[in-house]
């Protein structure tokens, strides 16, 4: 009988956090809604700080400066087949997740610095190979550092999944 009254105890307390749960995610649904409806047909106007921050944080621009400052750039990296991919049991791997705005992540989603990348990748262009072969996933070998490198595309841009993201740049060298 305890164990009766145990359960539906439960059940009643958990049907309650979700009711509260589902209650909050439905006012931030339409707290999103609201918002984008206000601002759906206003174009963005930018200020000019906020275009010399974007000329400034230009990805490509930013990873030049860091190539040319960089000693230690793997030279002997190249794009290989699957069935390659972990032939070597010297080897390391490393799986990698390429977004679309650029950002290289970890398999713990920590962007790489471009220094790490420079270090790891070298100057293997991973964007331009997904758009030259139209594939999701690419496989990578560093002779100099002994990894297989697993780069997987997501469809998206990293900086939308970071939330509070206040729009200033990050040194991330």
């Known amino acids: 009988m305890d164990k009766l009254?145990?359960?539906?105890?439960g059940?009643?307390?958990g049907a309650t956090v979700m009711y509260f749960l589902?209650?909050?995610?439905d006012e931030v649904e339409e707290e999103i809604i609201t918002l984008s409806d206000i601002h759906k047909d206003k174009p963005v106007e930018h200020t000019e700080e906020d275009r010399e921050i974007l000329e400034n944080c230009s990805l490509a621009k930013y990873r030049e400066k860091v190539m040319a400052t960089v000693s230690d750039i793997?030279?002997?990296?190249?794009?290989?087949?699957?069935?390659?991919?972990?032939?070597?049991?010297?080897y390391d791997e490393i799986e990698l997740t390429y977004y679309l705005d650029g950002v290289i992540v970890d398999d713990m989603d920590d962007p790489?610095?471009?220094?790490?990348?420079?270090?790891n990748l070298g100057n293997f262009d991973v964007g331009a190979k997904f758009e030259e072969l139209n594939t999701d996933?690419?496989?990578?070998?560093?002779?100099?550092?002994?990894?297989?490198y697993e780069v997987a595309k997501v469809p998206y841009e990293?900086?939308?999944?970071?939330?509070?993201?206040?729009?200033?740049?990050?040194?991330?060298?």
């Open 137 to 148: 996933l690419i496989f990578l070998q560093n002779d100099d550092l002994k990894t297989y």
């Open 11 to 13: 059940a009643a307390l």
């Open 158 to 173: 990293f900086h939308v999944l970071q939330l509070g993201g206040g729009g200033e740049c990050i040194d991330v060298t």
């Open 74 to 90: 793997s030279q002997n990296v190249f794009m290989i087949d699957i069935d390659e991919h972990g032939s070597n049991p010297e």
């Open 112 to 119: 790489l610095t471009d220094k790490q990348i420079a270090q």
């Open 22 to 25: 589902m209650k909050k995610k």
């Open 5 to 9: 009254i145990a359960g539906l105890i």
